[in-house]
């Protein structure tokens, strides 16, 4: 691997000083809600790792539209790149939603349109893998994947969406105010600084993981070239 | 919910959530390192056997070529170590 730029260095400390910051103020900055109590402070970062995990989605399935016209290899290397990154956030999300619905709702997990198409989308982005671990042909797995992403992309709007068009209990904290949902709060001062800041920390920490996981793709690349080199 | 009076104790699902937050993103980065370390091995250790190989295929080339004369082959080696014994005095 060839050395790492000085961009990305700076962006690797900026992640790790970013998400300290926001993590002091999600745990110690923002007020106790008074219904929820101290669970609700998962909120600041169960929403930005579904944000992350969304957008690495949809950058996936333009990174494949971009393959498919130019057929070349680095798209599929940033595809992967942006599922494998949005895979590990949108993971981190349900669990956290999880846990924050255990004292709120009474239970972790209940078939509520938000949950079922999260759980869905999760899902086919791990058969994605399956699917490429199952072709040999570079140019054929490229191919594959690329199609895949593009239909599996649609599930995120969806999981987007679903809560503003469909009954539901998850609460809508932006722009919402369903009033079958349980858990709906009101944001003041303090949380709105903690929840913002929270979206631009893993926003700057998934583009610095992108970068990364996207020089180690390119790395796995040449290693796959020099075997066959040796092997022909 | 409705009528509670005071704010619920609820911080042992808090503390759960950050924990898995931050357990699940150190398994992630340590995945990530053990990767990119094997992808470095590999690249080096594929780097050293391509000379080898270049080796290789260029004495099986010359093997080729000086296989009606194995002769010449074989004096070629007394006469380096020839020199070699004589810078030696």
Known sequence: MQTKPIALKVLDIASVLLLAVATYLALFYAPTEAVMGQVQRVFYFHVPAAWVGLLGFIAAAVAGIVYLVTHDQKWDIIEMAAVEISLVFFFIAIVLGSIWARPIWNTWWTWDPRLTTAAITELIYIAYFMLRAGIEDPDRRARFGAVYTLVGAVSAPITFMVIRLFRTIHPVVIAGGDPNAQGTFAMTGGMQVAFFFGLFTFTVIFIDLFWNRIRLGNLAAKVEQLKLNITN | ?89
Do not use: C, H, W
């Not at chain 2, 150190?26 to 690249?43: A, E, G, P």
């Not at chain 2, 050293?48 to 009606?68: D, H, I, L, N, R």
């Open chain 2, 1 to 89: 919910m409705f009528f509670q009076d005071t704010t619920p104790d609820t911080s042992s699902y808090m503390i759960l959530g950050y924990a898995v937050f931050f357990i699940a993103t150190t398994i992630y980065l340590i995945s990530f390192f053990v990767r990119s370390r094997n992808l470095r091995q590999d690249m080096s250790m594929l780097e050293s056997m391509k000379p080898e190989s270049k080796v290789m295929e260029s004495k099986a080339t010359a093997g080729k070529m000086t296989a009606g004369k194995p002769a010449k082959a074989k004096t070629s080696k007394p006469k380096a170590s020839a020199s070699k014994t004589k810078k030696k005095k």
